[in-house]
């Protein structure tokens, strides 16, 4: 499908369409134009990220809510790690982009080619300080499944005491 001759689904080196670029760069309008001429707002780029996870990981609020109004689903697998765009998030400490996530519909508990969850993403890559407590306890909050262990056995519980992160094992208790 074409807007004014051009391809909405031409790829750029990255593998990135329109709408991912347009969502990298945080331009709304442009994804909602091209949403509205029949792009694919669930492409995926040479990394396998979304427009939600693009937005997710540079914790842009109001792209995000527009990719998710446009129909990019919470729920895509993406990355390299086959993970989500909440689990992204979860390791990066944007509490609020993982409770709008959570309202979405992302899944709580997928678990990544790497054997993690965003609850053991958030214990393992995150500092234990107040973005990942606030992370920590909207996942708990919203139900995730705290016994969901690593690839070596390791809840997210045992992996906060094991670092130190008293508040987050608070959370997790």
Request: aromatic content about 4%.
């Given at each position: 499908?074409?807007?004014?001759?051009?391809?909405?689904e031409?790829r750029?080196?990255?593998?990135?369409?329109?709408?991912?670029?347009?969502?990298?760069?945080?331009?709304?309008?442009?994804m909602?134009k091209?949403?509205?001429?029949?792009?694919?707002?669930?492409?995926?780029?040479?990394?396998s990220?979304?427009?939600?996870?693009?937005s997710a990981?540079a914790?842009?609020?109001?792209?995000?809510?527009?990719?998710?109004k446009?129909?990019?689903?919470?729920?895509?697998?993406t990355?390299?790690?086959?993970?989500?765009?909440?689990i992204?998030?979860?390791?990066?400490?944007?509490?609020?982009?993982v409770?709008m996530?959570?309202?979405?519909?992302?899944?709580l508990?997928?678990v990544?080619?790497?054997?993690?969850?965003?609850?053991?993403e958030?214990?393992?890559?995150?500092?234990?300080?107040?973005?990942?407590q606030?992370t920590?306890?909207a996942?708990?909050?919203a139900?995730?499944?705290?016994?969901?262990?690593?690839?070596?056995?390791?809840t997210?519980?045992?992996?906060a005491?094991?670092?130190?992160?008293?508040?987050?094992?608070?959370?997790?208790?």
């Open positions: 499908m074409a807007i004014a001759g051009v391809d909405l031409l750029d080196g990255n593998g990135r369409t329109p709408f991912l670029i347009a969502a990298y760069r945080g331009h709304v309008h442009v909602e091209l949403a509205g001429a029949g792009a694919n707002v669930n492409a995926l780029d040479n990394q990220y979304d427009a939600v996870t693009i990981v914790n842009d609020l109001r792209t995000l809510e527009a990719a998710l446009l129909g990019n689903k919470a729920g895509n697998i990355s390299p790690y086959k993970g989500t765009a909440l992204a998030a979860a390791h990066l400490g944007h509490a609020e982009v409770g996530l959570i309202k979405a519909g992302a899944p508990d997928h990544n080619n790497l054997g993690w969850t965003a609850l053991i958030a214990v393992v890559l995150g500092d234990g300080g107040s973005r990942h606030a920590v306890g996942l708990v909050n139900g995730a499944d705290r016994s969901i262990a690593d690839n070596n056995g390791f997210p519980l045992q992996l005491e094991e670092r130190g992160y008293d508040e987050i094992a608070a959370l997790l208790r």
